[in-house]
């Protein structure tokens, strides 16, 4: 998507135990990426059994392209 405005990181560990962000995917509209990812955590929580949905949801942040560093 050339046209990306905001794009969906997930932070994981790396072998050394440092947090790595991983770009997901790439969204037009930062609400198409809100609602995107919603779906994400609710599948990685039915999926998972995890039962505190926002530590999950913290592991994840949508950031708007260019400012990836920030």
Same mark, same amino acid.
């Given at each position: 998507? !050339?046209?990306?405005?905001?794009?969906?990181?997930?932070? +994981?560990? =790396?072998?050394? /135990?440092?947090?790595?962000?991983?770009?997901?995917?790439?969204?037009?509209?930062?609400?198409?990426? !809100?609602?995107?990812?919603?779906?994400?955590?609710?599948? +990685?929580? =039915?999926?998972? /059994?995890?039962?505190?949905?926002?530590?999950?949801?913290?592991?994840?942040?949508?950031?708007?392209?260019?400012?990836?560093?920030?």
């Amino acid at each position: 998507m !050339e046209d990306a405005k905001y794009i969906v990181f997930i932070s +994981i560990k =790396n072998d050394q /135990g440092v947090l790595q962000d991983h770009p997901l995917r790439p969204f037009q509209l930062e609400v198409e990426a !809100e609602w995107w990812l919603a779906g994400y955590v609710d599948a +990685i929580v =039915n999926h998972t /059994g995890e039962t505190d949905i926002n530590e999950v949801k913290g592991m994840f942040r949508i950031t708007e392209v260019g400012k990836e560093t920030e």
